[in-house]
Every structure is written in structure tokens, then in C-alpha cells.
């Protein structure tokens, strides 16, 4: 069976402090792993797609990387805007339908 | 581009009631889902239509109906509305021959007493 997991299911940073979420997944023949954020009462917002271990993508104080088993989002020197729900969703080859995990609450105090 | 768009955004059913959900993009994508969100329990697929023309069944789809009306609109019904399908439901679009990633809806948040 497809299993996204993530973890913390939430976290407290203080602006500045650096820390990474993590997704672990097991699916039958990745064919991409998604990175969304989720801001209260509003629909999840693409961020990024991996498709194979060892790439990375960046965006602003973002960092998603990929190997076989999981996914990281980097957050460096986060700002209080950085709070949100951040879900992973993982594609299993051949198929039209992400596995999504819970999600990580993120805030950042200033 | 509005992108994906979800009417209404609020509404409050009592039990037994009906209703449509409607759901529109603009984005020219051929395959389109309905997911419910509940505290705790993440995002989870009700239907889905991978292209025009075409419906099936996700993971929590009893007491649902979809149409698929053309390309641009997926919509879904609920015939008899149960307090236990009181959520948040979205709406998405993908293009699945590209990069697949969804793009979703603002939601509409059901309450049903």
C-alpha cells in the first residue's frame, strides 16, 4: 500500500532558526514527489517537484531535496510569513492519483 | 486566469438536504478531483476524472456523485447530506501529461446539522 508520512506534525521556530520537515514515502515506482503550503482557509499552493533522488529545488528560503525513501524541505532563516501548513504527495508510477501525507503545521514567531 | 474556482464558498445543510458543489479552471487540464479535508485526516480523494468524459471513485466516495459536464467543470453532488459530511472540500486540477502538479481550489466549507 502507498504511505506518505511527515513529520513533525508541528513545529515552533523562532524567525531566524533554521530546521527541515520531513516526508517519508513508500510508493511502487516514484514517478514524482510534490511539495504544497497550505495557508488557513485557503487551498494548498503548489511549491515543487522532484522527480528523481538527488535533485534539489530552491525557492526563496526553500530548499526541497529528494532521496529513495524521503524528502526534506530546508527552511533557512525562516520569517514569520513562512507559517503554514506544508504537505508533501508522492505519485506512484502509471498512476492519475497522489498519496498525500497529514501535513506539518509550521509557525515562526518573530 | 482565475485558475481553479469553487462555488460557494460557505453553506450549511441541514441532514437529508442536497446539493451540488461546482468547480471550474481555466488552465486547460484533463484531469480534475474532489478531496475533503478534516482535522487530522489530511486531504482525502472522493472522486476524480483523469479526462473529459471519464469519473472514478477515490478512497472515501459513499454518499457522492460527479459529473464530469465538459473539460473545464467537475461537480459534486452530495443527495442526502449526513452530519459526517461536514468538512472542507476542494477542488483540483492537474494536467498529466505535463508535470502534474495539482493546482486547487479556495474550498467550500460544508456544515451539516
Known amino acids: 500500500e502507498d504511505q506518505v508520512t511527515q513529520s513533525p506534525e508541528a513545529l515552533r521556530l523562532q524567525e531566524g532558526e533554521s530546521s527541515s520537515l520531513n516526508c517519508s514515502y513508500t510508493?511502487?515506482?516514484?514517478?514524482?514527489l510534490f511539495w504544497y503550503r497550505q495557508d488557513p482557509g485557503k487551498g494548498p499552493e503548489f511549491l515543487f517537484t522532484l522527480y528523481s533522488a538527488g535533485e534539489e529545488k530552491e525557492k526563496e528560503r526553500l530548499k526541497a531535496t529528494l532521496t529513495k525513501k524521503e524528502s526534506f524541505l530546508h527552511i533557512t532563516a525562516p520569517k514569520p510569513e513562512d507559517s503554514a501548513t506544508y504537505l508533501c504527495?508522492?505519485?506512484?508510477?502509471?498512476?492519475?492519483?497522489?498519496?498525500f501525507g497529514r501535513g506539518t503545521s509550521l509557525i515562526v514567531h518573530p | 486566469n482565475a485558475g481553479v474556482t469553487q462555488t460557494p464558498k460557505f453553506q450549511v445543510l441541514k441532514t437529508g438536504q442536497s446539493m451540488t458543489l461546482q468547480c471550474a479552471q481555466d488552465m486547460n487540464h484533463n484531469s480534475m478531483y474532489w478531496y475533503r479535508q478534516d482535522p487530522g485526516m489530511g486531504l482525502r480523494l472522493i472522486y476524480y476524472?483523469?479526462?473529459?468524459?471519464?469519473?472514478d471513485k477515490g478512497e472515501v466516495p459513499n454518499g457522492y456523485n460527479v459529473s464530469r459536464l465538459n473539460k473545464r467543470e467537475f461537480s459534486l453532488r452530495l443527495e442526502s447530506a449526513a452530519p459526517s459530511q461536514t468538512s472542507v472540500y476542494f477542488c483540483?486540477?492537474?494536467?498529466?501529461?505535463?508535470?502534474?502538479?495539482?493546482?486547487f481550489g479556495p474550498g467550500t466549507r460544508l456544515t451539516v446539522t
Open positions: 483540483a486540477s492537474s494536467e498529466w501529461r505535463d508535470s502534474y502538479e495539482q493546482y
Open positions: 476524472s483523469a479526462s473529459e468524459g471519464t469519473t
Open positions: 510508493v511502487s515506482g516514484l514517478r514524482g
Open positions: 504527495a508522492a505519485y506512484p508510477g502509471g498512476s492519475y492519483i497522489p498519496t
